[in-house]
């Protein structure tokens, strides 16, 4: 383990400060909240219905993530809480490493890291006698004036900037088109990869971006219970008009007024420059 005082002098100290905040909701349909997340040093241990962690400040580098245990799986809720556990344990190694690494070992980095939560997902499958057990990941590393992003499945990262969601991770949603009154309609089916995949018959393969930040950038992390109601105009304008806290119960609210049939989480982190 890395002793406190030698991780204190590892980490320059940064022209940027974060704000952060998080709401999880269970929605309106589901007897269990199958989603999890990493927020600072916190996750959802027990699983709870709804979680509300007020905006708090936070110095970088730091690291944040949301999980979406598969409700069509087995064992989705403790899918997404093992990866949320892995993740909380290693993500401040994880840190140390980016900061002194060129882009290619960085990538490699995340592919371990993706490929370490995955089998630690199956190994739970197997352990409880199901076949097969599922979670999505999307996570943000934030350092320096950089963010790193890394995620599999359907959860979603949104940068916002001006009210504008400007960028968007890569979703593993398999979307079907059928013509529904002689119109053209999307529909959402399964995912073409996850945590808890069998990588001897199907390649995991992380979606991995690099941005610049500047100030008063805005990460908003999700689930698809909230994208599937609300678009990311929406999210953008809600996200610019409002206090931190205010934008994501509206955005909860929205959700669950248009359905709310599945799980919601909103984490949304707030890039500020020191004083």
Known sequence: ???EMFWNRLFKTFDYTLHAALISDIGKKRVENQDNFCFDEFINVNKAKSVRLKSQNFALPGAYAIMDGMGGEKLGAQASLEAAGFFSNIKKNILELLQRLNADERERVFYSLIHSMNEKVCQMAIKNHVQQSGTTFCAVF??????????????????IRNGKAVWQNESDAINTAIVENGRKKWIKGGL??????DTKEYELIPHINELNLKTEDKFLLCSDGLTDYVSPDEIG???KENTMENSMDILLKL????????????????IKRKE
Do not use: H, P
């Open 1 to 3: 383990m890395i002793s």
């Open 142 to 159: 934030l350092i320096e004036n950089r963010a790193y992003i890394v995620s599999v499945g359907d959860s979603k990262i949104f940068l």
């Open 255 to 270: 959700a669950l007024k248009r359905g709310g049939r599945d799980n919601i989480t909103i984490l949304r982190l707030d």
């Open 237 to 239: 304008m809600t996200v």
């Open 192 to 197: 073409s990869q996850f945590l808890g995949m």
